[in-house]
């Protein structure tokens, strides 16, 4: 069983950033693929991005964040990370970080953190 707290969220500025950490436990981190999803008030949990187990560390990115979000991991640490630069006030959302093993959907979730970006 994998647990997940996200930490790092908060409120800035548009045009500002942000680093979101997600430290994981109870499970072998490397063999996860890792990802941060988000909500925005009165709107569906939507895909941010995905990093792969450590092989490959091949990432994927929603359209709407390329360019702007970075995801990365830290093995050693079990941490992954979301840089967040150029943010916008549409990426206000509470951020939630995941893991899933190959061939898996995301079974592991945090429990969120609340970015707010102000106009």
């Known amino acids: 069983q994998v647990q997940l707290v996200e930490s790092g969220g908060g409120l800035v500025q548009a045009g500002g950033s942000l680093r979101l950490a997600c430290a994981a436990s109870g499970g072998t981190f490397s063999n996860y693929a890792m990802g941060w999803f988000r909500q925005a008030p009165g709107k569906e949990r939507e895909f941010v991005t995905e990093?792969?187990?450590?092989?490959?560390?091949?990432?994927y990115y929603a359209d709407s964040v390329k360019g702007r979000f970075t995801i990365s991991r830290d093995n050693a640490k079990n941490t992954a990370y979301l840089q967040m630069n150029s943010l916008k006030p549409e990426d206000t959302a509470v951020y939630y970080c995941?893991?899933?093993?190959?061939?898996?959907?995301?079974?592991?979730w945090g429990q969120g953190t609340q970015v707010t970006v102000s106009s």
């Open positions: 995941a893991a899933r093993l190959r061939a898996h959907d995301y079974d592991y």
């Open positions: 990093i792969s187990w450590s092989g490959s560390r091949t990432t």
